[in-house]
């Protein structure tokens, strides 16, 4: 892992830009002691630098963590195959219409998900080993289809909050059953893009024995600011 900048925030926050291989990402600290790591995720084409990311990564430090985020294959300024960008393309297109989109989904966020995993993997073994991070490890962002592989595979996640959810992987809906770790769900009960029964059967097929679901009014971007405290809270109780 190399540091390629530095800067201490106004509020005593740490922000450093780091590439491990290929691999870009940010990790905010709240001082030297070491502090639980929350991995916040993201996908969609957005960057890591996205002012809503940036303020949700400050506020949980501000609350004791150490956060990171990565740019997966084909987010944030990484190259995106010509086969990614044609799917993105239909994708708009059959939603602008009406049309189904499930095949097109499929094809564009299986991949993206299959590559991003053993990224975050890379990227938490070496975050892992800096003074400023400790465990245990919990899961953050928009990413749930990402949220329920991780939950799967890797061990070292104690805890996972998932926003919205309605588009998943087939493979990742069947995999629900196998996340058993204590889950924190935000649904917006309006979001176009994330149908409501979908999201709520994906809720109800969580194997974990602790989950919490959390609906709102409001389309995709209208989750209210308090979730974002109860989020810190719900990470309070299985992180420290």
């Not at 465990?135 to 104690?158: C, D, K, Q």
């Not at 770790?181 to 109800?204: E, M």
């Not at 194997?207 to 405290?229: D, I, M, Q, R, V």
């Amino acid at each position: 892992m190399h540091f390629t900048s530095e800067q201490r925030l106004d509020d005593g926050v740490v922000e450093r830009a780091f590439t491990l291989g290929e691999i870009p990402g940010t990790l905010w600290t709240p001082g030297s002691a070491p502090a639980p790591l929350v991995l916040m995720a993201h996908n969609n084409g957005l960057p890591m630098a996205d002012p809503r990311l940036v303020a949700r990564a400050r506020y949980t430090v501000a609350r004791g963590y150490a956060v990171a985020t990565i740019d997966a294959a084909g987010c944030g300024d990484r190259p995106r195959s010509a086969a990614d960008e044609q799917a993105r393309a239909d994708l708009r297109r059959a939603m602008r219409a009406g049309e189904p989109v499930d095949e097109i989904f499929e094809s564009l966020i299986g991949p993206m998900v299959a590559n991003a995993v053993p990224e975050w993997q890379t990227t938490l073994d070496a975050l892992l080993e800096l003074p400023q991070v400790g465990g245990p490890v919990g899961y953050s962002g928009g990413w749930t289809a990402l949220g329920i592989r991780l939950a799967v595979v890797e061990p070292r996640i104690a805890a996972a909050g998932f926003f919205a959810g309605g588009y998943v992987p087939r493979a990742q809906r069947d995999e629900a059953r196998q996340v058993t770790i204590p889950l924190l769900f935000l649904l917006q009960w309006d979001d176009a893009g994330n149908p409501r029964q979908r999201a709520l059967d994906l809720f109800d097929a969580f194997g974990s024995k602790e989950k919490t679901l959390h609906a709102n009014p409001g389309g995709h971007t209208g989750t209210p600011w308090f979730e974002l405290e109860d989020g810190c809270r719900f990470l309070d109780r299985h992180l420290k």
